[in-house]
């Protein structure tokens, strides 16, 4: 008995010590720690994972109260398996997202609205044309986390080689027509232009800037089988017979080649700059004096368009924990240390803000490529009319590219297949 009353002493004290241990500041912290989802492909690709990784723990060191866990999903299919989580009533607290993807899982009504979240001094942070383009219904319903919009990338080497001033890129569509056919002759074994002409929205994305630039809007009045599309793909087909273009490869397929001086002109996002140079270790005094990238050249319509292809995050409507998430997400897309180790770093692309919050990563973005980008490509960006019908259209839009780009039909038999395919949706 005396044992017994010995043991219940000591377990009643054991527990008094641990009432204290979790009343104490310390143990009220470790309780009051919340846990957020963070659904994204930047931890599912080997060249990212390190880099989101640092982010991520540098965000729990100067956040203790938040754990971040990270879900990793491929690119391909982020957008479907949020999509099918959603339904079941389990969706993440944050996801990474871009391009149509962004408004597929808008159209799910399930995207918490953002414009609450954005205070004066925020909203004074970002770009003005970060923003743009984000909002489905009227709602904001996604945060820019990096821009990458698409440049005419050039290789001085090749132009010189073809008799061209490397510091005159075209800015016409004749002028791109002209080099391309110089650039065939001297060159051979070189693409004068690498443009991704794939079965696939990314394309579609892709593509809509110089359907654009000739006055095309197949989703839009014009039509599939509008005078301005049939002048574009009357133009894609003179590439293809001319072998200006190499049909059928996607636009990952040209960057190696690329780098190894097979390709004269390449519309691309900011990116390229980082995959070249992993790929031939060239110095950052050696890339500026070989590529230079200007602005898209202009078609009929005068004018010069581009498209975002940057990465946007989300917040979900169902999280129990907005708060902590919406301070993730702002620390991913502002934060010197994101900025720094991702964006700029393997993520190889722009921060969507007006200012950099420390000179030494304003001295980082003071290079021929980002100043380009910056100043004279962002400003020509146009958004795609994205949505759930995007996806499906973008099968028969780019089904007509292939056929001008490979068959042998009329064209206004090209474009009225195309029509034909959009009625059918």
Same mark, same amino acid.
């Given at each position: ?20 241990? =979790?009343? #104490? ?6 309780? *009051? ?17 390190? #880099?989101?990784?640092?982010? $991520? ?20 299919? $982020?957008?479907?398996?949020?999509? =099918? ?7 993440? *607290? ?9 408004? /597929? ?5 399930? =995207?918490?609205? /953002? ?20 909002s489905y219904r009227g709602k904001l319903i996604a945060f ?40 065939r002759k001297s060159q051979p074994d070189v693409i004068p ?48 017979? %001319? ?10 397929? &040209?960057?190696? =080649?690329?780098? +190894?001086?097979?390709?004269?002109? $390449?519309?691309?996002?900011? /990116? ?5 140079? %992993? ?5 950052d005094a050696d890339f500026y004096q070989r590529w230079g ?13 581009? &498209? ?36 700029? !770093? ?18 980082? /973005? ?11 490509? $962002? ?20 089904? !007509?590219? +292939? +056929? ?22």
């Amino acid at each position: 008995m005396h044992g017994s009353r010995s043991a219940r002493r000591r377990s009643l004290a054991v527990a008094g010590v641990l009432m204290l241990a =979790l009343a #104490a500041p310390g143990g009220a912290q470790a309780a *009051d720690k919340v846990t957020i989802t963070f659904a994204n492909w930047a931890s599912a690709e080997a060249t990212t994972k390190p #880099a989101i990784e640092k982010v $991520i723990a540098a965000f729990e060191a100067a956040h203790p109260d938040i754990v971040v866990k990270s879900e990793a999903m491929s690119f391909s299919e $982020i957008a479907r398996t949020l999509a =099918l989580r959603v339904r079941s009533g389990n969706p993440p *607290d944050v996801a990474q997202l871009a391009g149509n993807d962004t408004f /597929l899982i808008a159209a799910t009504g399930k =995207l918490e609205p /953002l414009s609450a979240y954005i205070d004066a001094k925020l909203e004074s942070q970002i770009k003005r044309d970060a923003l743009t383009g984000l909002s489905y219904r009227g709602k904001l319903i996604a945060f820019p986390w990096t821009l990458a919009p698409a440049g005419l990338w050039y290789d001085k080497a090749i132009l010189q080689k073809a008799g061209l001033d490397p510091q005159r890129p075209p800015t016409t569509i004749d002028e791109l027509t002209k080099a391309m056919a110089a650039i065939r002759k001297s060159q051979p074994d070189v693409i004068p232009l690498g443009l991704d002409t794939t079965n696939r929205p990314f394309a579609l994305q892709s593509n809509w800037p110089w359907m654009a630039t000739f006055g095309a809007d197949p989703l839009g009045a014009q039509h599939g089988d509008s005078a301005q599309m049939k002048q574009y793909l009357g133009w894609m087909r003179d590439l293809a017979k %001319n072998r200006y273009i190499d049909p059928g490869r996607k636009i990952g397929e &040209f960057r190696p =080649l690329a780098a +190894q001086d097979k390709v004269a002109f $390449i519309w691309d996002q900011v /990116l390229l700059q980082g995959v070249i140079q %992993n790929a031939n270790k060239m110095s950052d005094a050696d890339f500026y004096q070989r590529w230079g990238v200007t602005t898209q050249p202009a078609g009929p319509t005068g004018k010069s368009f581009s &498209f975002e292809g940057g990465h946007q995050l989300v917040l979900f409507a169902d999280s129990k924990q907005k708060k902590a998430a919406w301070q993730f997400i702002q620390y991913l897309a502002t934060s010197p240390e994101a900025i720094r180790d991702y964006t700029l !770093g393997p993520g190889a692309s722009l921060p969507p803000l007006v200012k950099m919050p420390t000179p030494e990563l304003e001295k980082k /973005l003071d290079t021929p490529i980002f100043q380009a980008f910056t100043q004279t490509i $962002i400003p020509t960006v146009t958004t795609p009319p994205y949505g759930p019908a995007f996806a499906s259209a973008s099968s028969a839009i780019m089904a !007509g590219v +292939q +056929q001008a780009v490979t068959g042998s039909e009329a064209i206004d038999q090209v474009a009225g297949s195309i029509q034909q395919q959009l009625n059918r949706r």
